[in-house]
């Protein structure tokens, strides 16, 4: 199994402003994502995380506005950048195991003023 | 274009009752589904999965079955218990994108006791 923290757990934003989100996993993992949940939808991948090297987006998502690391195999970061009220969303971070089990982290809940 | 649906945003049910989620899928090339359930504040968790090879899995109280004619999956929680309170999430990948879950908008079941 494996065990996600994200942090901040949730945060208020300013129009502009950038807002970094760190992903840590208890184990070593294969593969990291990170997701968006906006209100009253569902769970969108936003890309994957690979180790040393740029992550792969999905379409609709962009590295300007997205950027990601992932420095080693438990860690991961995700940068919302010039955020706007439209970013307000639960931004997930999820880890696939070696037995091909996805976890999911609690989220952080940002909010854009 | 949401590719998979979950078209009751929530189902109340009394404890001892069956409860019956409901997910629907437009993408034919869907090839294994998953359920995972979520408490506030904490990330979605794996409940029980299916490959498309196969209509029905079950682990404990927790059935899932598969029509794949229809495309449509169900989840059966029999006996439904108060703990089982949560949003619902029914997701569903493709072979040719394994690492892109498609995520229904969940269904808040509520267990009255």
């Known amino acids: 199994s494996a065990v996600i923290s994200q942090k901040p757990s949730r945060d208020i934003c300013q129009r502009g402003t950038s807002l970094t989100i760190q992903c840590q996993v208890d184990?070593?993992?294969?593969?990291m994502f990170w997701y968006r949940q906006q209100p009253g939808q569902s769970l969108t991948l936003i890309a994957t995380a690979n180790q040393g090297s740029e992550a792969t987006y999905e379409s609709g998502f962009v590295i300007d506005k997205f950027p990601i690391s992932r420095p080693n195999l438990t860690f991961s970061t995700l940068t919302v950048s010039n955020m706007s009220p439209e970013d307000s969303s639960i931004y997930l971070c999820?880890?696939?195991?070696?037995?091909?089990?996805?976890?999911f982290g609690p989220g952080t809940r940002l909010t854009v003023t | 274009d949401q590719q998979v649906k979950q078209n009751s945003p929530s189902l109340s049910v009394q404890e001892g009752r069956i409860s019956i989620l409901n997910c629907d899928y437009t993408n034919s090339m869907f090839d294994y589904f998953l359920w995972y359930k979520k408490y506030p504040a904490e990330g979605p968790t794996f409940l029980i999965s299916?490959?498309?090879?196969?209509d029905k899995n079950e682990d404990g109280r927790f059935t899932v079955f598969l029509n794949k004619s229809a495309k449509h999956l169900s989840l059966h929680i029999v006996p439904s218990q108060p703990g089982d309170s949560a949003v619902y999430f029914c997701a569903a990948r493709t072979t040719y994108n394994f690492n892109k879950f498609y995520f229904g908008s969940g269904t808040k079941l509520n267990v009255k006791p």
């Open positions: 184990s070593q993992v294969t593969m």
């Open positions: 999820s880890a696939r195991t070696r037995d091909n089990e996805q976890y």
């Open positions: 299916i490959s498309s090879i196969k």
